[in-house]
């Protein structure tokens, strides 16, 4: 099923920081795929250390153990290699919607003229251009996060990394805003890795999701979804997707009680 | 402007959208050239400027009147009316005097901005410098300036360079501090984003950082023109053939003293001030067209 290069593999990836009280393991030996095209999730309460893992696939920070292989390579300086989407939408207030999402492509050398114009039909294909010339502070919280999306998507690379996109908006905004982010994947194809805690969310739009537990950072469990798509309401009401989301809650409690300070503590 | 070349008007949402987010959205921004303008937008103005004109009329007021019922000599201290009276009948002498003033206080400001802004940047490449250039920056200002005036004329004689120099001293120091206080506020995680997009450092300096400092810089800039003809001014009591500070000089020196123009000429610096005060919040407003309209 999936191709012989995957785009993203991470092979025992080990994050140790040197603390004044000693060494503390963020991450510990993480093993994850992520195929051609595939949709994957990474879960984990706060802590855990998915953000450690993500500035190191980006490319922001460096692995002290194991090995990163963005289709096929392992590259020595991985900025550039993959699209970021951080955890706040990190719009530019100075720049109008449509320049935000063309930000890569100026940074490359692209005039601004030329980048608007490759920007536009993005903005209409996903429903965005009677924003285009809007500035940021006129958006919701739900579109500065599709501009935000989009901005991600514009160079084409083939893997995304969303760092918990959704994490600061409301339930209902949220839930348009994965449906929507479901349908632009489809249509672009590319690989995408996510960084969530929230397990419907993880639900509807995965292939396949890695259970993260806390202090070290290790992958606990791995859950294929295999669900039809697109996974509206009326599918997130079956038993199958229920079932799903059962297993995934099960396995997030067992990752927790697995850090015993924790269930002390927080229990 | 620049937009219009793009046709966006006859764009419209796409079918099959859910629309829900977009019925939370405030409508379609509209960017018509000047905005924010408008009956509405004069009548805030208006009602920005009314009360503290009216505070400024009842003063004069109350001065004119003590003035004139206790009959004060006019050389100790003329009412409103005096001054006005003999400051216009004077223009002839005071209009070349505002040229010559203003003048330095101008280019003061802008070799101001340069120092300023080049020091703020130097201390936020460079960070070893940060630790020794900002301390030795503060201390600066500990220096009396009006005691290094007499020096500065010193060193560069009696024309307009070491006005400049004067004034630059006194107002460089807040465009700097607020310059580096905006630079080191920059947003991290847009800072990381454009880094994962191979952004350099000058790319994020023009970029995220210095649009980002603007409105610090601003505030600075603000305090800053507050000082630009006083400094002026000082400068020119030192030595100076023309300009404000030596129609002060001369009208104190006048014999009987000229109590009338000392305190026109005040007034006029006051009113000077405030224009280059406005002045600079109408280019910050217009460097900014990003930020909401109040």
């Avoid at chain 1, 696939?57 to 153990?65: N, P």
């Avoid at chain 1, 839930?175 to 690989?191: K, R």
């Avoid at chain 2, 800053?224 to 030192?238: G, K, N, P, Q």
Wanted: charged share 20%; glycine share 10%.
């Amino acid at each position: 099923m999936s191709p012989p290069e995957p785009t993203l593999e991470l092979a025992g990836v080990t994050k140790r920081y040197t603390a004044d009280d000693g060494d503390v393991l963020a991450v510990d030996g993480v093993d994850l795929v992520a195929g051609d095209g595939e949709f994957v999730s990474l879960i984990g309460p706060s802590g855990c250390g998915k953000s450690t893992l993500f500035n190191i696939v980006a490319g922001l920070d460096d692995a002290t153990g194991g090995r990163v292989l963005i289709n096929g390579e392992a590259l020595g300086d991985r900025l550039g290699a993959s699209a970021y989407m951080p955890q706040h939408d990190a719009l530019l207030d100075w720049r109008r919607v449509v320049d935000n999402i063309a930000l890569s492509l100026e940074l490359q050398g692209v005039r601004r003229r030329e980048a608007r114009r490759r920007a536009l039909p993005l903005l209409e294909r996903f429903g965005l251009a009677e924003f285009a010339r809007a500035w940021p502070w006129q958006l919701s919280g739900g579109m500065r996060q599709r501009v935000a999306f989009l901005r991600t998507v514009i160079a084409g690379h083939s893997l995304l990394l969303l760092d918990e996109p959704f994490g600061a908006l409301d339930g209902i905004t949220r839930a348009d805003l994965q449906q929507w982010l479901g349908g632009v994947w489809s249509e672009v194809g590319s690989t995408v890795v996510l960084v969530t805690h929230d397990i419907n969310e993880a639900v509807v739009l995965s292939d396949r999701i890695y259970v993260m537990s806390p202090r070290p950072g290790r992958i606990t469990a791995i859950i294929d979804v295999d669900l039809p798509r697109p996974r509206n309401v009326a599918l997130q009401e079956r038993d199958a997707f229920v079932a799903v989301e059962q297993r995934l809650r099960r396995e997030l409690q067992s990752a927790m009680s697995s850090w015993g300070e924790f269930s002390q503590n927080g229990g | 402007m620049l937009y219009h070349e793009w046709g966006m008007t006859s764009l419209t949402r796409p079918d099959g959208d859910t629309g829900t987010a977009a019925a939370s959205l405030p409508p379609t921004p509209a960017p018509s050239p000047t905005p924010g303008r408008g009956p509405d937008h004069l009548r805030r103005r208006l009602r920005a400027v009314l009360p503290p004109l009216a505070v400024v009329v009842v003063c004069l007021a109350i001065w004119q009147l003590f003035v004139s019922l206790h009959h004060v000599d006019p050389q100790l201290l003329p009412g409103p009316e005096t001054i006005v009276r003999s400051t216009w009948n004077d223009r002839v002498d005071i209009w070349p005097a505002i040229g010559v003033t203003t003048e330095e206080a101008v280019l003061g400001m802008m070799l101001a901005i340069v120092v300023g802004a080049a020091t703020a940047i130097a201390i936020d490449t460079f960070r070893p410098v940060r630790g020794s250039l900002y301390p030795l920056i503060v201390a600066s200002q500990t220096v009396p300036i009006i005691a290094l005036a007499p020096l500065v004329l010193v060193w560069w004689g009696f024309g307009l360079l070491p006005k400049i120099v004067l004034v630059a001293l006194f107002s460089f120091f807040p465009i700097s501090v607020g310059l580096v206080q905006g630079l080191a506020s920059a947003d991290p995680d847009a800072m990381n984003l454009l880094r994962t997009m191979r952004a350099g450092r000058l790319q994020l300096l023009m970029r995220v950082r210095l649009p980002g400092a603007l409105p610090q810089f601003f505030t600075g800039l603000k305090i800053s023109v507050t000082y630009a003809y006083s400094a002026a001014i000082v400068a020119e009591f030192v030595g100076a053939q023309q300009g404000l500070g030596v129609y002060m000089t001369t009208a104190i020196r006048a014999a009987p003293i000229r109590t009338d123009l000392v305190l026109g000429a005040v007034f006029v610096i006051a009113v000077l001030t405030i224009t280059l005060f406005g002045l600079v919040g109408l280019v910050e407003r217009l460097s900014m067209p990003w930020r909401p309209k109040r």
